[in-house]
C-alpha cells in the first residue's frame, strides 16, 4: 500500500451570499478577489489544479464547461488538473474531496477549490424547476417531491416517532441566524430572528417554516489545498485534512429505508474517524448541511452527537451552541449565510480555517479547538459525505 | 514525496451509440449490462467508488444530481467516492482520471467509471441551444461561435496557412468511418463513405461538410480501473495508466492565440509522455478527438505525429491508417462513433483495453501494440485531456 501525502488546508475567501447583481463569472472573479486577498502569496507560486463545485450552471446560468471559465475568472491555468464536480448540494465538497485525493496521490502540489452558484434569476418558477430535477426526475420530481416537501416529511415523521416540536426546530434556526448575525458574508447577516418570530413565519411544507427552510442564493467561495511541504508558506495555522468518508444509499424515493435514520451519514462519519482513530464526541466544532432545521436534529443522531429522537432536545438544551459540547455551524449555517449549492462546502471548510486560525469575531469562536467535521447531504439525504479536519500535529 | 500505486484498467462494456429510444438512466443500466457480461468478476467484489462522466444531463435530460442515479441504475453502493465529472466533451475521461487519482492515492481499490450522455430530443432546436452553452455563452456562444462554426474557422486557417486541402479532410473521415464499419456499437456501423460521397456531402459550416463533424449521439459505456493487487482477478492483460497530462489554456475565444497550434495538447502530451520516458513516435495506437476532421489533423501535429502544418498529408498519405506509423481512431473515432459527449472518453479507453487484450475485429486489430493514448479536448479546444495507457509490464 501507499503513504498518502499529509494535505493542508491554508485558508481562503468568500463573496457575501445573497440575492446578488452579479453573474456567475463575476461571482467567482469576486471570490477569487478575496482569496488573493487572504493569501497574497498565492500570486507567487504555481496553482496547478483548480477544482470546481457548482451544482447547476447549466440551468441556473446557462452555461457549462464552467471549469475553464472559473479559471480564466480567477487568472489561473492549471497544467495538472482541471476539474468541475457536480454532486447538487454537495458540489463543493466534492471538489475539496477531489483536490484532497489528487494531492494525497502527488498529482497535484497546490490546488484551489472554488464553489460557486447563481441561483436567483428574474423567473423564481425557472429556479424552482431547476431545483426538480435534483431529485429523481422520472420518478420523484415530476410527482412535486422537491426538497421541501421531502424534509417535511422527514420533520412530520421524527415529530411522530420521537415527539420533537416545532420549538425544536425553531431553536435550530435561531441559533444559527445568531450566528449569521456575526458573519458578513451572510445572506441574513443583518436580519434578527427570535424563536417566537420564527414561529410566526408562513409554513412552506407543513411543520416547516420560511424559517426553517435554507434560501435559494447566489453566492462563490474558494479555498486553498496543498501538500505539506507547501503549507507553512501560506500559513503559520495549517488545518490537516485528517479523514473523509463518503456514502451513496439510494436515489428513486421508493428505495429509500428510514426517513428518520440517516444510515449513510453514519456510515460516512465513520469512515473520517476511523483513520484518526477519534469519535463524534472529540470534535470541537461542526459544519452540519441544515438546508432544513429537520436536517441538523437528524445529523445530530446520525453523527452520534447523541442518541436516536432525541436531537429536537439537543438543539432546545443548547448543547450544540456556544459553551455546549460540540458547537455545530458557527458560521450561521445554510439557513442563516443561504445556500448557494456549490458555494456551500466551500465557505464551511472556509470557516472551519478560520476558526482553527482564530480569525472570526469572538461572538463566534470555538475556543481552541483541534478537531472539526464538515458534512454535506445531497438530493433527499441519500448521499452523505463528510470532511475532518485537525489542528496543529 | 509519496509513491504512487500502478492502477489497472481491466475491461468494460458499452451500449450501442446512435439516435436511441432509452433514456439517461436505461442508457446506464444498459452498459451496465454489458460491463457485468465483460467481467463477470464484478458481481463479486465490492465497487467501492463510481464516477460519472456526464456533460449536460441538466439540460439533454433534466437530470441533476446524476451520480446517485447511475449508481443505482448500475447496482453499486459507493463506500468511497461518489462524484460526477464534467468538463464538456471530455466529461467521460475526466471521469477516469478522477478514478485513476483516487485509487493511484490509496482511498479507492476498485472503481468503474461510467460516462454517458442523451442528446437528441424530440427538438433538436433545445439540443443545438443547449450546446451553445458549452462555449463561453455570454461573450462567443451567444453570438454563434458554437462547435461547428469555431471548427470551421480553425480548418479555413488552416488551409490558408498550410494548404491544407477538402480531400485530406475527407481522407481522415474515410478512415475513421471505415473503423466504425468493423464495430457493432458504432452509430455509423452500417453506412458506407467513400471519399467520393464524402466531399459531395451538406455543407455544415464551410469548409466543414456533414461528413466532417461528429453527430449528436446517444450513449453510455463504462471501464473498471483497479489498484494493481487486483488487476489479475478481472483480466490476464491487465493495461496500466503510464502517464496522464491536462492543459486548460482560455476560455473566451477573445483570449485564443492561434487557431491552428494547440499548445495545450502539446503540453498535456508531454506531461504524460514524461513519466514513461517515451514519445509520440513510440506509440502503436492513439485514440484522438476527431470531433471533426480538421481536429484530428492538428492533432497529429500538437502531438508531435508530424510536423506543424503536414496534418493533412499525413492522413491523406495513410500514416495513421493500419499499416502506417501510429493508427489513430481505430474504435471509429467520434465521427464513425457518434460523440455522446460523457461517454466518448470511456468508450476510447474500453477500445484501448480491447485493442491490447486482442478482443477487437482483425480489421481494425493494431498488431501486439505497447502503447496507446487517449485524448479528449473539449469547448473549443481550450482544454486538452491525455491518458497514456501501456501494455504488460
Not at 454532486?87 to 463543493?92: F, P, Q, R, V, Y
Not at 432545521?293 to 443522531?301: L, M, N, P, Q, R
Not at 456549490?342 to 480555517?353: D, K
Given at each position: ?381 441519500n448521499v452523505h459525505s463528510v470532511m475532518l479536519y485537525g489542528g496543529a500535529a
Amino acid at each position: 500500500m501507499t503513504s498518502l501525502r499529509r494535505v493542508a488546508l491554508v485558508g481562503g475567501g468568500a463573496t457575501r451570499f445573497g440575492v446578488r447583481a452579479a453573474t456567475w463569472a463575476e461571482l467567482v472573479q469576486e471570490a477569487g478577489a478575496a482569496l488573493y486577498r487572504a493569501l497574497p502569496e498565492l500570486a507567487e507560486v504555481e496553482v496547478d489544479s483548480l477544482f470546481v463545485g457548482a451544482a447547476e450552471p447549466e440551468r441556473f446560468a446557462f452555461q457549462s464547461h464552467v471549469a475553464p471559465l472559473a479559471a480564466e475568472q480567477l487568472g489561473i491555468r492549471p497544467r495538472r488538473i482541471l476539474q468541475r464536480t457536480e454532486l447538487a448540494c454537495a458540489s463543493g465538497q466534492s471538489a475539496i474531496r477531489s483536490a484532497y485525493a489528487a494531492i494525497a496521490s502527488g498529482l497535484s502540489d497546490i490546488a484551489v477549490a472554488v464553489g460557486v452558484e447563481k441561483m436567483n434569476l428574474p423567473s423564481m418558477a425557472e429556479a424552482n424547476t431547476a431545483m426538480a430535477c435534483v431529485m429523481d426526475r422520472a420518478w420523484d420530481g415530476v410527482h412535486g417531491a422537491t426538497a421541501p416537501p421531502f424534509f417535511a416529511m422527514v420533520a412530520q415523521r421524527h415529530m411522530l416517532e420521537h415527539g420533537t416540536t416545532e420549538e425544536q426546530l425553531a431553536a435550530v434556526s435561531e441559533k444559527n441566524h445568531r450566528f449569521a448575525n456575526t458573519n458578513p458574508t451572510a445572506q441574513f447577516y443583518e436580519k434578527r430572528f427570535d424563536r417566537e418570530k420564527l414561529l410566526r413565519l408562513p409554513l412552506v411544507a407543513p411543520p416547516l417554516r420560511l424559517g426553517d427552510c435554507s434560501s435559494m442564493t447566489d453566492g462563490a467561495a474558494a479555498v486553498v489545498l496543498v501538500a505539506e511541504e507547501h503549507a507553512r508558506r501560506f500559513t503559520r495555522t495549517p488545518v490537516w485534512v485528517r479523514g473523509t468518508g463518503q456514502y451513496s444509499d439510494f436515489h428513486n424515493l421508493a428505495h429509500a429505508g428510514s426517513l428518520t435514520e440517516w444510515r449513510g451519514l453514519t456510515i460516512a462519519a465513520q469512515e473520517a474517524f476511523r483513520g484518526a482513530h477519534i469519535g463524534p464526541k472529540d470534535l470541537d466544532l461542526a459544519e452540519l448541511h441544515d438546508c432544513f432545521t429537520i436536517s441538523e436534529i437528524v445529523e445530530y443522531e446520525a453523527l452520534g452527537l447523541c442518541a436516536p429522537g432525541e436531537g429536537g432536545r439537543y438543539a432546545a438544551e443548547g448543547r450544540s451552541d456556544l459553551g455546549g459540547e460540540v458547537v455545530v455551524n458557527p458560521r450561521g449555517g445554510l439557513l442563516g449565510c443561504g445556500h448557494p449549492l456549490g458555494a456551500t462546502g466551500i465557505a464551511q471548510a472556509l470557516e472551519v480555517y478560520q476558526q482553527f486560525a482564530g480569525l472570526v469575531p469572538s461572538a463566534r469562536q470555538v475556543p481552541s479547538p483541534t478537531w472539526a467535521l464538515v458534512h454535506n447531504l445531497s438530493g433527499s439525504a441519500n448521499v452523505h459525505s463528510v470532511m475532518l479536519y485537525g489542528g496543529a500535529a
